[in-house]
């Protein structure tokens, strides 16, 4: 969202200028003192709009409370002697900064996970390519599991995260995918049926993105190589075929993220695929670390909640992110 501010008078300009200043000062000093107070006042408040947004819209997009939010409101309030519109303008100044102070975080060091539960920012959304693996959580996956100059393999490339995470972070790659995307001459084009690529040296941590099957039908191809355009019994045959190389390799570190299939399967049928997996590589593998990486409820529509709700089923938002390590001898 922009709240973009078009000033044309010069006195006015300065005018706004000096609030500027005095806003920023003031809004390091508000969202460390206000609490409690604030919160009251949200309850007095109700819901105010500005434009089509509600201050929790708002509060949203900027990962901050709603409490900072109406102190800025406050704070503007604070000023009879202002104009409307420039009480209005401080107030946007006031957010439009808070969202660059945001970004800018998210920049520097807000990628680091402290939980292993790893929701989304809105500002860290990435949506250009279906079924993308965010970046923000390949850096968590990396810097968690792996070491510098560790060799990732990621076979179900996509849109060549990996590699651009591998690249940002000091780690070596070796990327494939059966569709190659057109400007991503780093990744081979490679279908996992057939087993693992000649040229391949042992790797790591082996990154396994596969299509969520049925999820994703017809989305990355049409081809009947696609692992998500075939039958379930196929697509757990193909997974387990490619685990037993690895495992018959002796790979160190196993990581694979996938998300229950139910709303597209039969009957809506709770299909949890990261179980199938940890039965195939339980033996020669012990679970190093469990993250889950919730969907938005924004996945569903109206219709579709109240058929579950009719069907008396809850509704699958979690998504799996698994680290599996080889058992020592
Ligand atoms: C969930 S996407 C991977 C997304 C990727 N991690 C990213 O961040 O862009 C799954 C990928 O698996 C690929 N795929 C499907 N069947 C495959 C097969 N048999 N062999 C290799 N890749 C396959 C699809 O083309 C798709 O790009």
């Not at 309850?43 to 500005?50: E, I, L, N, V």
Request: net charge neutral; with cysteine.
């Amino acid at each position: 969202m922009k709240a973009e501010i078009v000033i044309k008078d010069e006195w006015y300009q300065k005018l706004i200028f000096d609030l500027k200043k005095l806003a920023f000062e003031k809004i390091i000093e508000i969202k460390h003192s206000i609490g409690k107070r604030i919160l009251k006042d949200i309850s007095r408040f109700g819901k105010p709009k500005y434009g089509n947004k509600t201050i929790k819209n708002l509060a949203e997009d900027l990962d901050c409370s709603q409490a900072d939010l109406y102190a800025c409101m406050k704070f503007a309030e604070k000023y009879p002697e202002l104009s409307n519109d420039i009480r209005k303008f401080s107030w946007f100044y006031i957010y439009n900064h808070l969202l660059y102070e945001h970004k800018e975080k998210s920049k520097e060091n807000e990628w680091l996970r402290i939980y292993n539960i790893w929701n989304l920012g809105k500002l860290e959304s990435e949506e250009d390519f279906f079924g993308i693996f965010p970046s923000v959580f390949m850096e968590n996956l990396l810097h968690y599991h792996t070491e510098k100059n560790d060799l990732i393999y990621d076979p179900f490339a996509g849109s060549g995260t990996t590699i651009d995470v591998c690249r940002k972070t000091n780690r070596r790659f070796y990327c494939s995918d059966l569709v190659v995307h057109p400007g991503r001459k780093d990744i081979e084009k490679w279908n996992v049926q057939n087993g693992l690529p000649k040229d391949l040296k042992k790797p790591d941590l082996v990154f396994l993105d596969p299509p969520y099957w049925i999820q994703a039908k017809d989305k990355y191809s049409k081809s009947s190589d696609d692992l998500a355009n075939m039958p379930l019994d196929e697509f757990y045959n193909i997974f387990n075929n490619f685990l037993k190389l690895l495992i018959n390799w002796k790979v160190k570190k196993i990581a694979i993220v996938i998300a229950p299939t139910q709303y597209s399967n039969i009957n809506h049928e709770f299909e949890d695929h990261i179980f199938k997996f940890h039965e195939i590589l339980s033996a020669n593998y012990r679970i190093e670390m469990r993250y889950i990486l919730p969907y938005s409820t924004e996945q569903y529509n109206g219709t579709q909640v109240e058929i579950m709700k009719k069907e008396k089923k809850a509704i699958n938002l979690i998504r799996d992110l698994v680290i599996w390590d080889l058992k020592i001898d």
